[in-house]
T-cell receptor, first 115, second 114 residues
Framework: AQKVTQAQTEISVVEKEDVTLDCVYE???????LFWYKQPPSGELVFLIR??????QNEISGRYSWNFQKSTSSFNFTITASQVVDSAVYFC????????????FGKGTMLLVSP | EAQVTQNPRYLITVTGKKLTVTCSQN?????MSWYRQDPGLGLRQIYY???????DKGDVPEGYKVSRKEKRNFPLILESPSPNQTSLYFC?????????????FGEGSRLTVL
């Protein structure tokens, strides 16, 4: 069975602080995909990143970066110089390496960035 | 514009009154799925479909039905809604690529069952 754990239920930071959202996953598959989604207060789910298990390189996109560590089964997400607009619930998700597979989501981390 | 459309977006109903939440996508995706989101529980899959006439249960299928008669539509049916089905529902779709592609989500349907 697949499982995603986001141990941080809620994080509060002040604007311009860096913040890291943790994601730990469990799977018996040797190949799989990991995802992050953002859910702002308006409620929609916004895709942020997709990473396959073959690629352990870290990725940076503007103020966002992702650290994939296969050895610790973690796929952590860091926001540098946080902004109020980053306030949202962030979900980490896991999928088998198949077009037929479903996404298993973590319970989410609510990030509150104060001015 | 590529999108997944759900209706209604908001609904208040009473216990036992059958309702259907529609979902339609215009991206010709084979895979469609329904999730419910509840505080502290994250997103849990209700049902999914890999193609027309092919559906299967997710993690929390009790009390729900689905059908996939056309590729673009995947309605969620609550035959006899109960208060524990009060939730935020999301429909999603994705193409059947090699490897797991991202899910495209609808805007959500907030359902309250009194």
């Amino acid at each position: 069975a697949q499982k995603v754990t986001q141990a941080q239920t809620e994080i509060s930071v002040v604007e311009k602080e860096d913040v890291t959202l943790d994601c730990v996953y469990e799977t018996r598959d040797t190949t799989y995909y990991l995802f992050w989604y953002k859910q702002p207060p308006s409620g929609e789910l916004v895709f942020l990143i997709r990473r396959n298990s073959f690629d352990e390189q870290n990725e940076i996109s503007g103020r966002y970066s992702w650290n994939f560590q296969k050895s610790t089964s973690s796929f952590n997400f860091t926001i540098t110089a946080s902004q109020v607009v980053d306030s949202a619930v962030y979900f980490c998700a896991l999928s088998r390496d198949s077009g037929y597979s479903t996404l298993t989501f973590g319970k989410g981390t609510m990030l509150l960035v104060s001015p | 514009e590529a999108q997944v459309t759900q209706n209604p977006r908001y609904l208040i109903t009473v216990t036992g009154k059958k309702l259907t939440v529609t979902c339609s996508q215009n991206m010709n995706h084979e895979y469609m799925s329904w999730y419910r989101q509840d505080p502290g529980l994250g997103l849990r899959q209700i049902y999914y479909s890999m193609n027309v006439e092919v559906t299967d249960k997710g993690d929390v299928p009790e009390g729900y039905k689905v059908s996939r008669k056309e590729k673009r539509n995947f309605p969620l049916i609550l035959e006899s809604p109960s208060p524990n089905q009060t939730s935020l529902y999301f429909c999603a779709s994705r193409p059947m690529l090699v490897g797991a592609g991202e899910l495209f989500f609808g805007e959500g349907s907030r359902l309250t069952v009194l």
